[in-house]
């Protein structure tokens, strides 16, 4: 099985700073990668799609990118709602363990 | 609108079964794949299976195998996961999805049913 390490585990930010998730898979996936947000009691929710496609009626300070191993989320400028974890997942199965993001 | 709506929590002596259902509605529900996923207490998302809503057909992770059971009623527009022998470990949050093929991602999750096992 593939499996999918994601770094840091956890991060704290301010509001307006840029941030970055990396999730990287054991072997190459393409682009099969996706990224979703969890707020605690919540279902997670679909950011990102093939590594770099934003899901529609997310904002556009989420992004993208990377291929074959590894792979990167961007939040361009953190916002108070974007306080949750975030998962990797390959295709759809194996998920990474999680970035959970404090707002400081 | 497009959602999937679980059915509520349970609590479960040891060695008992468990059956959560996902009933589906604004889509055509034989249309798409649904997923199972679980997270326990604290811990990550955790890929368990999925059924073919239109052909009944199902896969499962290799560690759910024999242990999980997915089913789908599609004239009533619902899916079914059952649990059987329970155990402590088996005490997580259950979540259904809706498997979207052009982004071979889950892009309409249940809102999650939690499980729990105690003695």
């Known amino acids: 099985d593939i499996q999918m390490t994601q770094s840091p585990s956890s991060l704290s930010a301010s509001v307006g700073d840029r941030v970055t998730i990396t999730c990287r898979a054991s072997?190459?996936?393409?682009?099969?990668l996706n990224w979703y947000q969890q707020k605690p009691g919540k279902a997670p929710k679909l950011l990102i799609y093939?590594?770099?496609s934003l899901q529609s009626g997310v904002p556009s300070r989420f992004s993208g990118s990377g291929s074959g191993t590894d792979f990167t989320l961007t939040i361009s400028s953190l916002q108070p709602e974007d306080f949750a974890t975030y998962y990797c997942q390959q295709s759809y199965r194996t998920f990474g363990p999680g970035t959970k993001v404090d707002i400081k | 609108q497009v959602q999937l709506v679980q059915s509520g929590a349970e609590v479960k002596k040891p060695g008992a079964s468990v059956k959560v259902s996902c009933k589906a509605s604004g889509y055509t529900f034989s249309s798409y794949a649904v997923h199972w996923v679980r997270q326990a207490p604290g811990q990550r998302l955790e890929w368990m299976g999925w059924i073919n809503a239109g052909n009944g057909n199902t896969k499962y992770s290799q560690k759910f195998q024999g242990k999980v059971t997915i089913t789908r009623d599609t004239s009533a527009n619902t899916a079914y996961m059952e649990v059987s022998s329970l155990r402590s470990e088996d005490t997580a949050v259950y979540y259904c999805?809706?498997?979207?093929?052009?982004?071979?991602?889950?892009?309409?999750w249940g809102q999650g049913t939690m499980v729990s096992v105690s003695s």
């Open positions: 072997q190459s996936i393409s682009n099969y």
């Open positions: 093939a590594a770099s």
């Open positions: 999805a809706r498997f979207w093929p052009l982004g071979t991602a889950f892009d309409i």
